[in-house]
T-cell receptor
């Protein structure tokens, strides 16, 4: 299947700092990527849809000023968690659709102290 | 948007027995139904999917059935093995047509007892 690369895999940061997560499509071009968040023992919740060359679309309840998304090329989308707080600690995972299939990056475990 | 319900939340079966996980969806326009397997700390992996123009699809020990009228679909795993232990998620298009990503069920923790 399609390969989606995500970095870093794990981040530990102090409260108030910003964290940037990168998501790359390695063997295909992705005009659209999706960012999900997963809390322990819970499901994947769609946060936002990242669109190449235009603004991201955020799901209800997700603060666009806190979770900045940039999709500057057909192979790279970034998610920046600004002024992170302990409640932002979660597993963040990006994905891209190829045909009907949704393929995931390896995820980023964010821990905010 | 789509609403996906998944049951059970936990399923424990003896090795070699079959396991069935069920999901329902709300949007009658949805036309694609994948199942993902997620091991602890890892990314979800697509294991099987079905389009709405068929009622059943099988891949070795895994099968998926779809009832469009009732808006439900199920995952069937036969001859379960220890490596089948994981969390399984069903999903449906976030907004019917599929271009807006997927909405996931809450997941089923499948435990294979030796």
């Amino acid at each position: 299947g399609a390969v989606v690369s995500q970095h870093p895999s794990r981040v530990i940061c102090k409260s108030g700092t910003s964290v940037k997560i990168e998501c790359r499509s390695l063997d295909f071009q992705a005009t659209t990527m999706f960012w999900y968040r997963q809390f322990p023992k819970q499901s994947l919740m769609l946060m936002a849809t990242s669109n190449e060359g235009s603004k991201a679309t955020y799901e209800q309840g997700v603060e666009k000023d806190k979770f900045l998304i940039n999709h500057a090329s057909l192979t790279l989308s970034t998610l920046t968690v600004t002024s992170a707080h302990p409640e932002d600690s979660s597993f963040y995972i990006c994905s891209a659709m190829v045909g009907y299939g949704l393929f995931f990056g390896s995820g980023t475990q964010l821990s905010v102290l | 948007g789509e609403n996906v319900e998944q049951h059970p939340s936990t399923l424990s079966v003896q090795e070699g027995d079959s396991a069935v996980i069920k999901c329902t969806y709300s949007d009658s326009a949805s036309n694609y139904f994948p199942w993902y397997k997620q091991e602890l700390g890892k990314r979800p992996q697509l294991i099987i999917d079905i389009r709405s123009n068929v009622g059943e699809k099988k891949d070795q020990r895994i099968a998926v059935t779809l009832n469009k009228t009732a808006k439900h679909f199920s995952l069937h795993i036969t001859e379960t093995q220890p490596e089948d232990s994981a969390v399984y998620f069903c999903a449906a298009p976030h907004s019917g047509g599929g271009a807006d990503g997927l909405t996931f069920g809450k997941g089923t923790h499948l435990i294979i007892q030796p």
